[in-house]
């Protein structure tokens, strides 16, 4: 897999920030698997002293007594290691955490907009989590499935060589079939991938649109595609897994059949009278488990995969780009917003070109222009949701780059095209504008937002629990409670993306009733969809395709032939066909 050997590199770096706790664990876990070997020597010995014309029962007791000492050691280290290495855990684990919050404080709101949450919660929950495993299991145990045959070798070979040969000769025959099963790869891991990801993806887009695929009764096409994928990949798993398995069976049985090979030559070289009967019992013994530890070794390998995938999203999560903070935050000598010559790209796309214009402190400024032509982007660049890509946006004379975030939040109330409500109570929800507000004054602000009657008719009143687990409200009922928020927060700059599906005109107006009270004496942007509502405004701001094609009040532009008065007219049509036309909605 691509990026495993830096996504190692960098968990090694982890790893060593607890380096203290790491090499003791490290020590700890070798010293536990040499003394291992102890138990063998003592069985050796006493098979030696029983061999002798008049074995002594004391000695024998002695060896017993060693080798159980022996156990107790090595049980007690490998206890001691695992410990200190999850105490390395939980120390790295937690400054890994804290360095994510830290980061996610530093990123610019628009990544919480285009990023899907659930993938950051993984990332911070199960993500950081696979990484104990790594560090509080695998480090002491693949430490030890390392030095386990490094040591049991030279011992072999200090006892009798000749056997020693023998008992690692099957170790390259296990490396070779190893190595076969991943005989491919470099072809199948990618199909596997892309499969992987066509099944994903076909799941996402059933259970995303399932309302889609009702309404339109696409049942049977989209849950073909969906079963197809599924097969796909399912053929492929099971084909790839027979090609590979018949290695991998031979691989199991060869780790444990060293004695296949220990055993004739063995009793060949006693038979000869050049082995020692106890020597060859040893050379069983050890034998039998001499190639375990390679079976947790290739288990390992074949965990790392999923190991540097979490790693790389946690390192992708950390190397977001920040927004940077001003050294000395300056202050601003009023509210009137300037865009200089700014341009935008959310990604590659140009989405604004050259923007330039003025929203005066204590009027109202209101942006216009067909759907996609960037006014919600202008207006989100006013709180850095993103930094221009080039230009300047200035609040009373300062870059707002110069000015500390936590102050420009303070300045500005935002109400969104799409509100977001938590999963509190309603009351929760509108105290957010103001941390601490008392319940009058909470009431007193829903009740200028135009949504106190509606919030009193809900089961619970403002007890009432809104959001995704909450009473479900509509898009004009949320915008109100959103313009509570504002009204309560009280900033001097007001940015209002009206809601584009709102167009009861009965709610229509009791969000103008709502915005005329929240605007008196603030610098207003407002983006209009519907052009009734601004046509008194001091300045209208015509945005197409990113740029700035006409600027005015509603009567120049409208004496100016051009794209306003277009949409001016076809805003009266449809007015008068909604009055005429039966009105749905009057
Ligand atoms: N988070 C984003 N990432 C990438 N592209 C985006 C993102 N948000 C908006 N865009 C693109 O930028 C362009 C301008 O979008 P924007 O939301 O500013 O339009 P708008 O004028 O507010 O439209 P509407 O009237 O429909 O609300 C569109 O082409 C849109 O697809
Ligand atoms: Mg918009």
């Not at 001691?80 to 937690?94: C, G, K, N, P, Q």
């Not at 990123?107 to 990484?131: R, S, W």
């Not at 309404?215 to 197809?228: G, N, P, V």
């Not at 990949?233 to 780790?255: M, P, S």
Request: hydrophobic share 50%; glycine share 6%.
């Amino acid at each position: 897999m691509a990026g495993m050997g830096a996504s190692m590199k960098r968990l090694t770096k982890l790893c060593l920030t607890e380096s203290n706790k790491m090499i003791v664990a490290i020590i700890l876990a070798m010293l536990s698997f040499t003394i291992s070997i102890v138990p063998y020597y003592m069985v050796y010995k006493v098979l030696v002293e029983l061999t002798k014309v008049n074995p002594q029962l004391d000695q024998i007791i002695n060896y017993a007594l060693i080798a159980m000492v022996a156990i107790i050691i090595k049980i007690t280290f490998f206890a001691a290691a695992t410990s200190m290495s999850h105490r390395a855990a939980f120390e790295i684990l937690y400054k890994l955490r804290v360095q994510i919050a830290e980061k996610l404080l530093t990123l610019p709101l628009g990544y919480f907009a285009k990023k899907d949450l659930g993938a950051t919660k993984k990332t911070i929950n199960e993500d950081v989590e696979k990484l104990e495993l790594y560090i509080a299991h695998n480090v002491p145990e693949i430490i030890g499935a390392l030095t386990l045959p490094i040591v049991t070798t030279i011992f072999l070979f200090f006892m009798d060589w000749r056997m020693a040969l023998v008992t690692i000769a099957i170790i390259p025959l296990i490396f070779i079939f190893y190595s076969l099963t991943f005989k491919g790869s470099n072809i199948l891991i990618p199909k596997y991938q892309r499969l992987l990801l066509k099944m994903n993806t076909a799941i996402i887009e059933y259970t995303n649109g399932m309302q889609v695929i009702k309404a339109f009764a696409l049942t049977a096409s989209s849950y073909k595609k969906l079963s197809d994928a599924c097969l796909e990949y399912g053929r492929f798993e099971a084909d790839w897994g027979r090609a590979t398995f018949k290695y991998f069976n031979v691989v199991t049985v060869l780790i444990s059949s060293g004695v296949v090979l220990i055993f004739p030559v063995g009793m060949f070289f006693y038979l000869t009278g050049t082995l020692a009967l106890e020597m060859f019992i040893l050379f069983l013994l050890i034998g039998l488990g001499y190639s375990q530890p390679l079976m947790k070794i290739m288990q390992f390998m074949s965990m790392l995969d999923l190991l540097a995938k979490g790693e790389q999203e946690i390192h992708q999560l950390l190397s977001e780009k920040s927004l940077v903070e001003p050294e000395i935050s300056q202050n601003p000598v009023d509210y009137t917003i300037e865009f200089i010559n700014v341009d935008f790209a959310y990604e590659k796309q140009q989405i604004l070109n050259q923007v330039s214009f003025t929203a005066k402190q204590n009027e109202i400024t209101a942006l216009v222009g067909p759907s996609g032509a960037g006014k919600t982007t202008v207006a989100k660049l006013i709180p850095r949701f993103w930094d221009a890509g080039a230009g300047e946006i200035k609040i009373g004379g300062v870059n707002i780059k110069n000015i500390a975030t936590v102050k420009l939040m303070a300045m500005i109330s935002l109400v969104f095209q799409d509100v977001f409500l938590f999963n509190v109570s309603i009351k929760d929800n509108i105290r957010f504008g103001k941390a601490g507000a008392s319940d009058e004054e909470i009431i007193a602000a829903a009740q200028a937002a135009q949504c106190h009657d509606f919030i009193m008719q809900l089961p619970n009143g403002y007890a009432t629990v809104a959001g995704q687990r909450g009473t479900k409200l509509s898009g004009g009922e949320k915008q109100r409670i959103a313009i509570a928020r504002a009204i309560l927060k009280d900033a001097p700059v007001i940015i209002f993306d009206e809601a584009t599906s709102a167009a009861d005109p009965k709610n229509e107006d009791k969000i103008q009733t709502a915005i005329s009270k929240l605007v008196k004496n603030k610098t207003v942007i407002v983006i209009a969809h519907n052009l009734s509502t601004i046509v008194d405004v001091n300045k209208i701001i015509l945005i197409e395709n990113g740029q700035i094609a006409q600027h005015g009040q509603h009567p120049e532009l409208l004496a100016a032939s051009g794209t306003y008065k277009n949409m001016w007219e076809t805003h009266v049509r449809s007015k008068e066909l909604n009055l005429t036309g039966g009105g749905v909605n009057v």
